[in-house]
């Protein structure tokens, strides 16, 4: 039986390990309560940080504060991307300064990929920004274009060693290299005096980047700056059971502007936490905490009641995979649809603040 439930402070034992094995801290209920209320925290998406007390302070004494990311513009944004989106209008509602990195530079070297074909990709990511609500006025750049990130990431190699970027990426080619140094000019861009620098700085993002955030704060803490913080999400499972949902696996991945049609396709044929029969299923129930179906739920729905109930009914067998699909299918269709929506009247919006970034230098 699943021990696992979204709503109570106790998370899948594999992120327990995770959050122990990178010392990073749980979000207590203290702060939770701090913190506008949002799916993300109620659901423990967000689950983890380093240093939030410091933003929750700064933003207490009314003093002003930055939200940064950074997104790799190598194909659309999915219900993965969406997590970081969210997280950041979260910070972005508690007043902070919105600073969004378009990582061309990284996506050159780590992707193999132009930075024409970013800047084409970046104005569908911007688009679905925008429709999430991310406000026009937010500070977007290019890594390429951008002078002063650029810059920091040259002068800040000055405290680096070769053992600091491999324990970020391992082995690698120079590239990978350059692309830490420059996300280290990204995160601290904000502390700079021209942004009204040095102040707190937090950066949400996945797991996985926790290691570029410690070696920002490792600098940062030798440059005099404040030392960002940061909060970490669960990543969304890929629809075929695999562990996160990624750009290179299309049919375990939906897309926020593929078409409605083929996304609720994708969610019938998606792996599932049930059991092999329909007989052991109503005996023993199945388990949602392997199930991408309820990942879906989880992410996006917006009724806590729909997702408790779904809980219920399927650790308790009283609701077999097919009908569960049916309904997340439709589910995930609404949403596409209303997001949609949003993006058409986004899009000229996003073209202007591409065009005007991509001037910010020759
Ligand atoms: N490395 C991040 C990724 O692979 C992207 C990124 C670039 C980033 N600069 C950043 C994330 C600054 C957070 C902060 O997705
Ligand atoms: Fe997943 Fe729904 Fe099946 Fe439960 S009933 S395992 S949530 S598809």
Redesign the pocket.
Known sequence: MPCFDPFKPTLPQDYERLAENFGIERITEDMRKKLPDSYLFRRNIVFAHRDLGRILSVREQGKPFAV?????PSNEFHVGSKLVADQMKVFQDMGADVFF?V?DI?TYHVKRQSLERSREVALDNITDLLALGIKEDAYFYFQSSQPKVKLLGHLYARDVTNNMLRAVYGEQQIGYYVSALV?VG??LLPEEPEFGGPKPVV?P?GLD?DP?IRLTRDIAGKHGLVVPSSTYNRFMRSLTGSDKMSKSEPAGMISLSESPESAGKKVMRAFTGGKPTVAEQKKEGADPQICPVYDLLLYLEQDDNVVKRRFEECVSGKIMCGECKKDVAERVKKFLEAHQEKRDKKRDVAKQIVEKVSKDCP
């Open positions: 940064m990311t950074g997104i790799k990195a990582a990284e996300q990204d995160i950066v993002v980047q570029h």
